[in-house]
């Protein structure tokens, strides 16, 4: 089995910052890239934030300068840093790893179940 947890969501005012957490656990061989989504109320879950596993990174128009993800691959563990946050960044955060599991080929997303962040004064 494989779990990947989220936590550091929370409520935080504008212009305010959050740091995400997600590691992944269980019986995992290899990790190759790894994202941050968000889904807000009446609407479709986007990406945030995606990384490599050799560290190359795109973002969402909407973050960018504002947010920074980054992974220790020793933890098997992925973070996004958010600045300057917007109450237009308040969402339900998921994150997810494209992974190889131990004893298998083929490679499966997994995703975590997601953490809240409200921004609002």
């Known amino acids: 089995q494989v779990q990947l947890v989220e936590s550091g969501g929370g409520l935080v005012q504008p212009g305010g910052s959050l740091r995400l957490s997600c590691a992944a656990s269980g019986s995992i061989f290899r990790i190759n890239d790894m994202g941050w989504y968000r889904q807000a109320p009446g609407k479709q879950r986007e990406l945030v934030a995606h990384i490599t596993s050799g560290g190359s990174t795109n973002y969402a128009d909407s973050v960018k300068g504002r947010f920074t993800i980054s992974r220790d691959n020793a933890k098997n563990t992925v973070y996004l840093q958010m600045n300057s946050l917007k109450p237009e960044d308040t969402a339900v955060y998921y994150c997810?790893?494209?992974?190889?599991?131990?004893?298998?080929?083929?490679?499966?997303?997994?995703w975590g179940q997601g953490t809240q962040v409200t921004v609002s004064s």
């Open positions: 997810n790893a494209d992974l190889i599991r131990r004893g298998y080929i083929s490679n499966y997303v997994y």
